[in-house]
């Protein structure tokens, strides 16, 4: 059969009702279900070989689940489609007065085009393009021009209670470094452990309270408490650092969100540009150029979004996942970009391919939310389209590979399986997810692998011995 033919009788397969019934889970899987003492019905896999016109497996297909971090396929794929893997973000440096003899008379102003991979040597590499235009000195302020996204604030704590955590940190058509700093701790070997910040932004006070304990390496952080100390005075806030710190840890860092997005910003180009030689002492304020059509000083590119991809997929990043959605939507319907546009975006371009979104909750496209609902027929769908998409090569290259790299660094990282599955995970409380790719032990075509499990304490431990057991039972088919 033709292989047209077959990637056709494998969609139109998959978009069939049920197959199999609530007790079609092979032995070896079966024992592991019901040894956890979870619930079948709240298990839901899919396995089929690449090809075929039915699958291996088919144990409760259409029941909606949440799928964590496994929705990021969805928007993965919407975005090689609608975007292309050369897609690259723009962010601009304009000039708001002349510039004579090395100084700029005026403002700069940073444009941002919502670009999810703008860290600190990125950065960096800006504003020394800037230096090289001949600019030395920069007498006026930093005016953000943050118009590409339209979204509302948001609580970075409303998911789980965590606004400090680096996943948690919303999109922002300006983020640089994730608006992150990592908080670096090495023990001396006698006395308080060294802190050290990065990037050291020079606006950011840190205080040092931890102190050595003998001991295991262990506990909660370490046994670092942080807290960040708001200044009532309208400056920036502090960061403070205590607690035991047993003497059995080696260097270990923290990694959390401390400003706001403006303020990193602002704080982080004054440190990059100081390192240039650069002069510059001025404030931050919102604002955009006169004339939109007025040629930008510096222009820089992110990596493309083939590049782009392995980071947002083998590390699942929340927050670069969302950009993704959002400019595919600005893209698509014009900008700015609003998450709404987003949705109705990558659904449409997933439709576009041939895959049934009947009843698919997308809500922020990176699976970090409670009410993300997808089938694992539908994301079985979704894998068997990617295979044959022209940019198969890129998507499935983004997935974390079986005990080499990403979130399955440590898993199959010493059996036959090792570097053999190209694999997408999810974790959430209650939920564990994993899918993509296994190549089987015995040679042949590769197999696509659905599990996804919604069930009370899923998350710690049992999701992961049940996707397991699934995945290397499709090894050995």
């Known amino acids: 059969m033709p292989a047209v033919r077959l990637w056709l009788v494998t969609v139109l397969v998959l978009l069939l009702p049920g197959i199999a019934s609530a007790d079609s889970l092979p032995g070896p899987v079966a024992r592991v279900v019901d040894g956890l ?7 839901s896999v899919w396995v089929q070989r690449l090809g075929d016109s039915e699958p291996l497996l088919a144990h409760q297909p259409d029941t909606p689940r949440n799928p964590a971090s496994v929705l990021k396929l969805a928007t993965s794929l919407a975005a090689l489609e609608g ?15 002349p510039v004579r003899d090395g100084v700029l008379e005026g403002d700069l102003l940073i444009r941002g085009g919502g670009d999810p991979f703008l860290v600190t040597e990125e950065f960096w590499k800006l504003t020394g393009a800037l230096r090289r235009k001949g600019v030395s000195q920069i007498t006026g302020d930093l005016v953000l021009d943050t118009r590409y996204f339209d979204l509302p604030a948001e609580d970075p704590g409303a998911f ?35 802190v050290a910040a990065d990037p050291p932004l020079p606006g950011l006070a840190l205080s040092n309270r931890l102190a050595l304990q003998p001991g295991a390496c262990g506990g909660f952080q370490r046994g670092v408490a942080f807290h960040v100390l708001e200044n009532p005075g309208g400056s920036l806030p502090g960061v403070l650092l205590e607690g035991r710190y047993p003497s059995g840890c080696d260097d270990w860092r923290l990694v959390r969100t401390v400003l706001p997005v403006e303020d990193y910003v602002h704080q982080l180009f004054g440190l990059l540009w100081s390192q240039w030689g650069g002069d510059f002492d001025g404030g931050w304020r919102l604002g955009q150029q006169p004339e939109d059509d007025a040629a930008p000083l510096v222009v820089h590119e992110s990596p493309p979004l083939g590049q782009i991809l392995r980071l947002v997929n083998k590390y699942s990043n929340n927050v670069m996942t969302r950009h993704l959605k959002l400019t595919l939507g600005a893209e698509r319907f014009d900008a700015p970009a609003t998450s709404e546009k987003g949705r109705v975006a990558v659904l449409e371009v997933l439709q576009e391919l041939g895959m049934d979104t009947d009843g698919v909750v997308m809500d922020n496209g990176a699976g970090l939310s409670r009410n993300t609902r997808i089938t694992a027929r539908q994301v079985a769908q ?5 295979w044959e998409h022209p940019w198969m090569p890129e998507f499935v290259s983004s997935l974390a590979i079986a005990g080499l790299d990403g979130t399955l660094q440590r898993r199959f990282d010493e059996g036959p399986e090792r570097g053999r599955m190209h694999l997408k995970t999810g974790r959430l409380n209650d939920v564990a997810a994993v899918a993509g790719y296994v190549r089987p032990d015995e040679g042949g075509e590769p197999l696509l692998a659905v599990v996804l499990v919604n069930h009370p304490g899923a998350h710690q431990g049992p999701g992961q011995e ?12």
């Open 37 to 43: 003492g979870v619930d079948r019905n709240h298990v």
């Open 83 to 97: 975007l292309g893997p050369d897609y690259r973000w723009r962010t601009e440096l304009h000039a708001l007065g």
């Open 160 to 194: 789980d209670g965590r606004p400090r955590r680096a996943y948690n940190q919303p999109p922002h058509p300006l983020l640089v470094n994730f608006n992150a700093v990592s908080f670096e701790i090495q023990p001396t070997g006698e006395g308080s452990p060294r």
């Open 382 to 386: 979704l894998l068997a389209l990617a």
């Open 466 to 477: 049940i996707q397991e057991a699934v995945l290397r039972w499709a090894f050995r088919q």
